[in-house]
């Protein structure tokens, strides 16, 4: 079974560009989640999808953070436009519907590393 | 509002001995999950271990274990007979039920051989 992929690994962009990273979480997976970390700095959530509805988007710093998930497969996350402060490592998880136990575990991609220059 | 905190930013141990990290979190709640993952170099961030805090008893994943103290909202995690291959970023993590995790800041662990 394949696990949460997300792409690019790596993205280099100059501030004020735009970029959007997707992630395609475990297949039958409805819960979707955006984490980022900033260097140094914990891992922050940032938002929860179950299948296309945001079920949470308390984490998002602001309006420059777009997310998606057309037909509650995968998920896109867009930074537009992209700040030096955004640079970081945006993480995916995806875990199963809550209806199949209490422990919702969440299962991460490998993240994708942002640098704003 | 929920805040975990791990209070060793690295640490190193020998092979084959005995580490213990250390985490501490702030909950409102009674029901909530914690958890330990590992992040090896490079590579992607997995489950080491969880507790269900109804659980008075601690969870043990054959070298893995934690030290869970609900009172004092302490959940340590203990590493018996280290590898090299448990070299990684360790994040403590809290979860009320079915919602976003919380995490430390994390913990790098270096084992030396």
């Known amino acids: 079974e394949a696990g949460v992929t997300q792409f690019p690994s790596h993205s280099v962009i100059e501030k004020g560009q735009t970029v959007t990273l997707r992630c395609d979480p475990i297949?039958?997976?409805?819960?979707l989640y955006w984490y980022r970390r900033v260097m140094g700095k914990e891992i922050k959530f940032l938002l929860h999808?179950?299948?296309?509805?945001?079920?949470?988007e308390s984490g998002m710093p602001n309006n420059r953070f777009l997310a998606e998930r057309t037909g509650g497969t995968y998920s896109t996350l867009k930074v537009q436009p992209a700040e030096l402060e955004d640079s970081g490592v945006y993480f995916c998880?995806?875990?199963?519907?809550?209806?199949?136990?209490?422990?919702?575990?969440?299962?991460f991609g490998p993240g994708t590393r942002l640098t704003v220059l | 509002a929920q805040t975990v905190t791990q209070s060793q930013p690295e640490m190193s141990v020998q092979e084959a001995e005995t580490v213990t990290l250390s985490c501490t979190y702030d909950?409102?709640?009674?029901?909530?999950?914690l958890f330990w993952y590992k992040q090896p170099p490079s590579r992607q961030m997995i489950l080491v271990i969880r507790?269900?805090?109804?659980?008075?008893q601690n969870a043990t994943e054959n070298r893995f274990s934690v030290n869970f103290q609900k009172a004092a909202k302490s959940f340590s995690l203990k590493i018996s007979d280290s590898q090299l291959g448990d070299t990684a970023m360790y994040f403590c993590?809290?979860?009320?039920?079915?919602?976003?995790?919380?995490f430390g800041a994390g913990t790098i662990l270096r084992v030396k051989s």
């Open positions: 998880a995806s875990s199963q519907d809550l209806a199949g136990g209490p422990v919702n575990e969440q299962f």
């Open positions: 297949s039958g997976h409805d819960n």
């Open positions: 999808f179950v299948k296309e509805s945001k079920q949470d």
């Open positions: 909950t409102s709640e009674n029901n909530y999950y």
């Open positions: 507790q269900e805090a109804y659980k008075q």
């Open positions: 993590a809290l979860q009320e039920y079915g919602n976003k995790l919380v």
